[in-house]
Protein backbone atom coordinates (compact mmCIF):
# COMPACT_ATOMS: atom_id res chain seq x y z
CA UNK A 1 0.00 0.00 0.00
CA UNK A 2 1.77 3.43 -0.93
CA UNK A 3 0.17 6.03 0.77
CA UNK A 4 0.09 10.42 0.04
CA UNK A 5 -0.89 12.84 2.63
CA UNK A 6 -1.65 16.08 1.53
CA UNK A 7 -4.03 19.44 2.62
CA UNK A 8 -1.71 21.08 5.22
CA UNK A 9 -0.89 25.02 5.04
CA UNK A 10 -0.66 27.51 7.83
CA UNK A 11 -3.80 28.49 9.26
CA UNK A 12 -4.81 31.07 12.18
CA UNK A 13 -6.01 29.99 15.85
CA UNK A 14 -9.75 28.66 15.41
CA UNK A 15 -9.45 27.79 12.12
CA UNK A 16 -10.26 24.45 10.19
CA UNK A 17 -8.09 22.23 7.86
CA UNK A 18 -9.23 19.17 6.00
CA UNK A 19 -6.19 16.01 5.60
CA UNK A 20 -6.28 13.23 3.11
CA UNK A 21 -4.85 10.10 2.98
CA UNK A 22 -5.05 8.48 -0.43
CA UNK A 23 -4.03 5.24 -1.12
CA UNK A 24 -2.67 2.76 -4.04
CA UNK A 25 -1.68 -0.50 -4.97
CA UNK A 26 -4.49 -2.21 -3.05
CA UNK A 27 -7.63 -1.15 -1.53
CA UNK A 28 -7.95 -0.03 1.98
CA UNK A 29 -10.24 -2.91 2.63
CA UNK A 30 -9.77 -4.44 5.93
CA UNK A 31 -7.21 -2.02 6.78
CA UNK A 32 -7.03 0.39 9.91
CA UNK A 33 -6.32 3.86 8.64
CA UNK A 34 -4.33 6.04 11.29
CA UNK A 35 -3.34 9.51 11.75
CA UNK A 36 -0.18 10.57 13.61
CA UNK A 37 1.84 13.72 14.23
CA UNK A 38 4.96 15.11 15.41
CA UNK A 39 5.61 18.55 16.28
CA UNK A 40 9.46 19.83 16.80
CA UNK A 41 11.59 18.22 19.23
CA UNK A 42 8.68 15.50 20.04
CA UNK A 43 7.53 12.36 19.59
CA UNK A 44 5.36 11.06 16.85
CA UNK A 45 1.66 10.60 18.42
CA UNK A 46 -1.35 8.91 17.61
CA UNK A 47 -4.40 11.55 16.54
CA UNK A 48 -7.07 9.37 15.07
CA UNK A 49 -7.93 6.18 13.38
CA UNK A 50 -10.79 4.24 11.37
CA UNK A 51 -10.94 0.76 10.87
CA UNK A 52 -12.74 -0.76 7.87
CA UNK A 53 -16.19 -2.38 7.97
CA UNK A 54 -19.69 -2.54 5.68
CA UNK A 55 -21.34 0.79 5.83
CA UNK A 56 -18.66 2.71 7.62
CA UNK A 57 -15.76 2.02 10.50
CA UNK A 58 -14.88 2.70 13.99
CA UNK A 59 -12.72 5.86 14.97
CA UNK A 60 -10.84 6.10 17.36
CA UNK A 61 -9.28 9.28 19.19
CA UNK A 62 -6.86 11.35 21.10
CA UNK A 63 -7.89 12.75 23.76
CA UNK A 64 -6.22 16.12 22.86
CA UNK A 65 -8.04 15.99 19.53
CA UNK A 66 -11.31 14.44 20.69
CA UNK A 67 -14.61 16.47 19.79
CA UNK A 68 -12.44 18.86 17.26
CA UNK A 69 -11.01 16.02 14.71
CA UNK A 70 -13.05 13.99 12.35
CA UNK A 71 -11.57 10.78 10.80
CA UNK A 72 -13.42 9.56 7.82
CA UNK A 73 -13.14 7.03 4.66
CA UNK A 74 -14.33 7.29 1.48
CA UNK A 75 -13.89 3.76 0.16
CA UNK A 76 -14.49 4.46 -3.81
CA UNK A 77 -11.86 6.98 -3.10
CA UNK A 78 -9.92 4.49 -1.71
CA UNK A 79 -9.45 7.73 0.77
CA UNK A 80 -9.32 8.88 4.61
CA UNK A 81 -9.39 12.12 5.83
CA UNK A 82 -9.02 14.14 8.93
CA UNK A 83 -11.47 17.09 9.52
CA UNK A 84 -9.47 19.53 11.81
CA UNK A 85 -11.66 22.19 13.58
CA UNK A 86 -10.92 24.94 15.94
CA UNK A 87 -7.19 24.64 15.58
CA UNK A 88 -5.11 25.75 17.92
CA UNK A 89 -1.00 26.29 18.41
CA UNK A 90 -0.50 23.21 19.70
CA UNK A 91 -1.59 20.79 16.73
CA UNK A 92 0.99 22.42 14.83
CA UNK A 93 3.32 19.49 13.93
CA UNK A 94 3.70 17.34 10.46
CA UNK A 95 0.79 15.10 10.27
CA UNK A 96 1.25 11.51 8.79
CA UNK A 97 -1.14 8.74 7.32
CA UNK A 98 -0.42 5.50 8.22
CA UNK A 99 -2.13 1.55 7.37
CA UNK A 100 -2.34 -2.05 9.08
CA UNK A 101 -3.61 -4.63 8.30
CA UNK A 102 -6.69 -5.85 10.82
CA UNK A 103 -9.54 -3.97 12.79
CA UNK A 104 -6.85 -2.06 15.45
CA UNK A 105 -9.46 -1.91 18.38
CA UNK A 106 -6.96 -3.01 20.83
CA UNK A 107 -3.99 -1.39 19.08
CA UNK A 108 -4.89 1.63 17.11
CA UNK A 109 -2.77 4.04 18.96
CA UNK A 110 0.11 1.84 18.64
CA UNK A 111 2.34 3.58 16.00
CA UNK A 112 4.60 0.60 15.73
CA UNK A 113 2.02 -1.62 15.03
CA UNK A 114 1.37 0.15 11.35
CA UNK A 115 3.77 -1.29 8.10
CA UNK A 116 2.71 1.35 6.01
CA UNK A 117 3.43 5.23 6.63
CA UNK A 118 2.81 8.27 4.04
CA UNK A 119 5.19 10.89 3.64
CA UNK A 120 4.11 13.91 6.04
CA UNK A 121 1.89 16.52 5.27
CA UNK A 122 3.04 20.07 7.49
CA UNK A 123 0.28 21.52 9.82
CA UNK A 124 0.76 25.08 11.31
CA UNK A 125 -1.52 26.74 13.56
CA UNK A 126 -0.49 30.56 14.42
CA UNK A 127 -1.62 32.71 17.37
Not at 62 to 90: C, H, Q, W
Not at 112 to 125: A, E, N
Amino acid sequence: VQLQASGGGLVQAGGSLRLSCAASGRTLTNYLVGWFRQAPGKEREFVAAINWSVGGGNTYYADSVKGRFIISRDDAKNTVYLAMNNLVPEDTAVYYCAAAYGSGSTWYAQRHMYGYWGQGTLVTVSS
